[in-house]
């Protein structure tokens, strides 16, 4: 219950900050007000006693977010895919944060397992190992079926986890709604919507379900890429508390050395990393928005293989096509067309000047084109873009910063396997085939047939809207309002229809 008895735990939040060194680092990131502040500091300061010391070799925010337990982490780790609320520095430390906790007990795991598949863990498993990674909400054991004696991984949530998380989840809730009745300035950065954020987050996490049905999706996008895989789903040993997966095995893509004794080309991988991630950005629109060095092996056939699917990104067929034109934009040094793609998707006010916007873009992009090759990043231009389009009127769109998060991760793996890496030459070439299956004649004929197909599923509907419409004509009655927008369905038909036959001739031309 999101009640007063949260406060209890808002005070050792507040201790455990203070104690940490972590309280001025947090209120200068989210540049609280001086009524917040002497809030925060009246919570925490008499109290500090109380609070976690931490491990004193981390920065302090990550040092006391992980002291404080596994929500925190978690809420951590959500909050560094938002530097549009915590800043870039913020979030930079958070994504450092460590989701390695103390495992609890085979055992345990094995009840739990036996309580979802409602089936002995031995009569499943000949073998059932101890825990091999331990996060936030659940770790992972290695064992071999009993049947076929093939080596998986199962995931298993920690016990009472959902229970622990729901009270901190509430107590999030207690803390955003003070800060908005202390800080009306704040509401900017809309807390109790970070909050919900955060809670969406974290209960599709809590489903086990989910993330099997994530990486099932993502499994059938990228099937047909070569060089990737992932580990097959294992539904018949999956449930909301445990999720089985085929055992991936290979050298972590953060271990250079190790890469390098097996043979394997860091050049080629780097690129790979980064092509793969625009390619499931842009033409599936589905991406794994957690693509760092500890996701992320080589196979022993050189192929990259993704593991953990708890946080994936998804973006719309128009706002990829938006983002792609922006990028392609960039890349030809184009700022008018970029900063008409602002406007025709409506994200800067049609009230500002798009020339002026336009130099505004240029003073983005130049600079960077400035820079020696090994310093271009395409994350640090979204992000300076963000920053131009916010002074221009733009709202915040979460699922962009979500991507230019992401970006910045890949980008960092991909110049940990090559430093000398040119962003914009690996990229070009997705961007452009993007474009040019996206933007253009065909795709206009695509969409008009697609518009034609839903309209269709409406075709019982229509003679007899066409039939009111010619009774209201013929005896004289005032045409309601609604009436409007029945003619333009009707028009938008035969529209549709004329589509149809477009498409059917582009596609006989081609």
Not at 206 to 216: I, K, T
Not at 427 to 434: F, L, M, S
Request: without cysteine; proline residues 6%.
């Amino acid at each position: 219950m999101r009640g007063p008895h949260n406060i209890l735990r808002l005070i050792r939040t507040g201790a455990t900050l203070e104690r940490t060194g972590a309280m001025g680092v947090v209120l200068d990131a989210f540049d609280a007000p001086k009524p917040l502040r002497l809030a925060a500091r009246l919570l925490g300061w008499p109290f500090k006693w109380l609070g976690y010391y931490g491990d004193p070799n981390m920065p302090p925010a990550p040092r006391a977010l992980t002291a404080l337990g596994p929500a925190y982490i978690k809420f951590g780790q959500v909050l560094s895919t938002r530097p549009d609320v915590v800043g870039d520095e913020m979030a930079t430390q958070l994504r450092v944060l460590q989701d390695k906790l103390p495992p609890f007990s085979v055992s345990e795991a094995k009840r739990m397992v036996e309580s979802e598949l409602g089936i002995a863990v031995d009569s499943l498993f000949a073998e059932f190992s101890e825990p091999v990674a331990a996060a936030s909400i659940a770790q992972v054991h290695k064992a071999k079926l009993a049947q076929g004696g093939e080596i998986v991984a199962v995931k298993v949530l920690r016990p009472n986890v959902e229970r622990d998380f729901r009270k901190d989840i509430d107590a999030f809730y207690l803390a955003a709604s003070m800060i908005e009745l202390l800080s009306p300035s704040s509401r900017r950065l809309r807390p109790m919507d970070v909050i919900t954020h955060f809670e969406g987050v974290v209960m599709g996490e809590l489903d086990l379900r989910l993330e099997s049905a994530a990486a099932s999706e993502f499994a059938a996008n990228t099937s047909n890429d070569p060089g990737f895989q992932l580990p097959d789903v294992k539904w018949e040993l999956s449930g909301r508390r445990v999720m089985t997966l085929g055992w991936a095995e290979g050298v972590p893509l953060g271990d250079n050395d190790a890469l390098d004794a097996a043979g394997h080309d860091r050049v080629a991988l780097s690129e790979r990393v980064l092509q793969l991630f625009l390619q499931h950005a842009l033409r599936d629109g589905f991406f794994h928005a957690d693509m760092h060095q500890g996701n992320l092996k080589v196979a022993p056939n050189g192929d990259i293989i993704a593991l953990d699917f708890g946080i994936m990104g998804h973006i719309d067929e128009y706002t990829r096509r938006v983002y792609a034109e922006i990028l392609y934009g960039f890349i030809r040094r184009d700022y008018k067309r970029v900063a008409e793609v602002h406007f025709e998707a409506g994200y800067v006010p049609n009230n500002r000047d798009v020339d002026e916007f336009a130099r505004a873009l240029r003073a983005v992009g130049e600079p960077i084109f400035g820079m020696d090759a090994t310093r271009i990043s395409m994350g640090r231009l979204l992000s300076y873009l963000f920053e131009v389009t916010e002074r221009f009127g733009m709202e915040t769109r979460t699922e962009l910063i979500l991507l230019q998060r992401t970006m910045v991760v890949v980008e960092g793996v991909a110049r940990s396997l090559d430093p000398k890496m040119n962003i914009w030459n690996v990229a070009k070439p997705i961007v452009e085939d993007y474009i040019k299956k996206s933007i253009g004649p065909l795709a206009f004929g695509k969409d008009l047939g697609k518009t034609a197909l839903v309209l269709a599923r409406f075709g019982p509907r229509l003679p007899g809207l066409m039939e009111q419409l010619l009774v209201a004509q013929a005896q004289g009655t005032p045409e309601p309002r609604s009436n409007t927008l029945k003619i333009a369905v009707v028009w938008a038909t035969l529209g549709a229809v004329a589509g149809g036959g477009i498409v059917a001739a582009i596609e006989a031309f081609l």
